[in-house]
């Protein structure tokens, strides 16, 4: 018997890593596998975890995190050949990855079916990434390309102008994700034809940085209102005099709560032409 696999899609910081880790906590009773970009940022709650490898952690319900690997196909067969095959297979794609060829790929393999593309959408920043004639065309195949839209963070009050737009490009059935009972993701998916081209989209730049630097909190926030336009995208953790903080930007949004860490470690994204490694540099490490 085949094993389904299910892709979860959409733009960086739409909110997929949430989704997979609400799925990992779900009563569904499937043995799911999950291969994630890094399953560090997959907040697993302790009481669900049996035992932690370098690459993976396997949970009490029978589920298992794994990390995905450069090569697709190679972590897929990693994760296959491990034993005790899984009910179903979740793949995070990376926030810039096409989901169609990922798909695509995938279909070689005689072992896996095809359960469906799942592009979760950032109901908050939607109207802006449209807006960019740069990444309009990537975050529109996106969409186009799924079997299921999830609309995350939606603002209270915009549900019918979020879904319209969306239903305009081609989004089937676009569904705020709070709405949405997860295992359907699991059983209910019909997928669509797989015969979309991929779109043209930009390349990117990406940047990490890890120390034990301590910022006063004051210079963290004027930090962050001066950032590089380009800059899109930046998750991790920030050391300050206040306290350690989680540090979450997408676009225009910035997003900073109180967290445990004892170091600084951050990486951050954006397109080629309108941002490079050095300027994200210049920027982060400027008093």
């Excluded at 015969?195 to 990406?206: D, I, K, L, R, T």
Aim: glycine share 8%; hydrophobic share 40%.
């Amino acid at each position: 018997m085949r094993v389904p696999v299910t892709i979860v899609s959409g733009y960086l910081g739409a909110g997929k890593t949430t989704l997979i880790n609400s799925l990992l906590g779900e009563d569904h009773g499937l043995r799911l596998a999950v291969l994630v970009n890094d399953f560090g940022s997959v907040n697993i709650d302790a009481a669900l975890i049996k035992e932690t490898e370098i690459d993976s952690i396997a949970l009490t319900n029978g589920c298992v995190c794994c990390t995905l690997g450069d090569d697709l196909l190679m972590s897929v067969n990693d994760l296959l050949s491990r034993g005790g095959t899984p009910d179903h297979i979740l793949i995070e794609a990376s926030g810039i990855a096409e989901p169609v060829a990922i798909a695509n790929a995938l279909l070689a393999d005689s072992r896996l079916s095809y359960a469906g593309i799942v592009t979760v959408v950032d109901g908050t920043n939607i109207e802006d990434l449209l807006s960019d004639p740069l990444l309009e065309p990537q975050v529109t195949q996106q969409i186009r390309a799924a079997d299921i839209v999830l609309i995350s963070k939606l603002p209270d009050g915009s549900d019918d102008q979020v879904q319209d737009k969306l239903r305009t490009l081609g989004a089937r059935a676009p569904t705020r994700l709070s709405d949405m009972p997860l295992s359907r993701l699991l059983f209910d998916v019909t997928p669509l034809p797989r015969s979309a081209a991929p779109a043209p989209h930009p390349g990117y730049v990406s940047w990490q940085h890890r120390s034990r630097q301590v910022l006063d909190r004051r210079q963290l926030g004027d930090k962050l209102a001066d950032r590089p336009e380009g800059l899109y995208r930046m998750k991790g953790f920030v050391l300050t005099s206040g306290g350690a903080y989680e540090l979450h930007i997408v676009g225009r949004h910035v997003e900073a709560r109180r967290c445990d860490a004892d170091e600084t470690l951050l990486v951050a994204l954006g397109p080629e032409n309108r941002i490079s490694r050095d300027q994200i540099e210049a920027w982060w490490c400027s008093a």
